[in-house]
């Protein structure tokens, strides 16, 4: 069992930045890919980024690429988050999968862990 916290969300203007990070516990974190993924109100949760278990392997969103960073230490992931838009607004989760092999993973059906989300909300 894995509990998965987030933090970091608030309130920027456009142009700001913020970093989430998400504190693992409860399992060996090292054994699995870890991924944020947002929900807009209205809107379906979506894919962010991803990560591999050793972290060498990373993936983006082309809507936060070149602009969202992923990286993880230990038993935290972070997402550094620049050049924000009022379109990144939403809730952010942190999400973990179990995993054997070394890839990422995008879907977030795949996904076993799920945080409770912390708020992002960029104003214009």
């Known amino acids: 069992q894995v509990q998965l916290v987030e933090s970091g969300g608030g309130l920027v203007q456009a142009g700001g930045s913020l970093r989430l990070s998400c504190a693992a516990s409860g399992s060996d974190i090292s054994s699995y890919a870890m991924g944020w993924f947002r929900q807009a109100p209205g809107k379906e949760r979506e894919f962010v980024s991803t990560?591999?278990?050793?972290?060498?392997t990373v993936g983006y969103a082309d809507s936060v690429k070149d602009r969202f960073t992923i990286s993880r230490d230990g038993a935290t992931v972070f997402l550094q988050m620049n050049s924000l838009k009022p379109e990144d607004t939403a809730v952010y989760y942190c999400a973990g999968r179990r995993t054997y092999t070394g890839g990422v993973t995008y879907d977030q059906s795949h996904y076993d862990y799920w945080g409770q989300g912390t708020q992002v909300t960029v104003s214009s």
């Open positions: 990560i591999n278990r050793s972290g060498n």
